[in-house]
């Protein structure tokens, strides 16, 4: 897996303090990232192993969008809160491409390429 340990850190200052690296990996799961739920992915699946062996999908996505919306630090949560402040990244992840579209759009539910360009366009991921 690229990008180290230093993502990690934040995880185990965040929800796992005093503990190890390979703690946090093996106990951080989507549940804990997106409380009502990340679509089409368990709750109790490990994000580590996501992230390791997904590295393309929707799920690994909307997994990095969420870390860096948590841990980039520079208020960068901002970048997904819509007008009325609610949190787009959690309602696109519980509600999953083909049924989410925002509040304010009259067109058609976003697909995961919309996701996608989104999140690129607001520098979530890459």
Known sequence: ????????????????????????????TVAKLFPAGLKNVSGTANVYNLL???????????IVARLN????GNKVNQCVLSATGQDMLLQMASQG????????STGAAWTQADFKNYLYSNWLVA
Do not use: C, E, H
Request: net charge positive; no cysteine.
């Open 1 to 28: 897996m690229r990008g180290g340990n230093a993502p990690w850190n934040y995880v185990i200052a965040q929800w796992y303090s005093g503990k190890s690296l390979t703690y946090a990996r093996n106990n951080l």
């Open 52 to 62: 390791k062996n997904d590295s393309a999908g929707y799920g690994t996505m909307m």
């Open 69 to 72: 919306t948590l841990f980039a």
């Open 97 to 104: 491409p083909g049924i989410f579209k925002p509040a304010n």
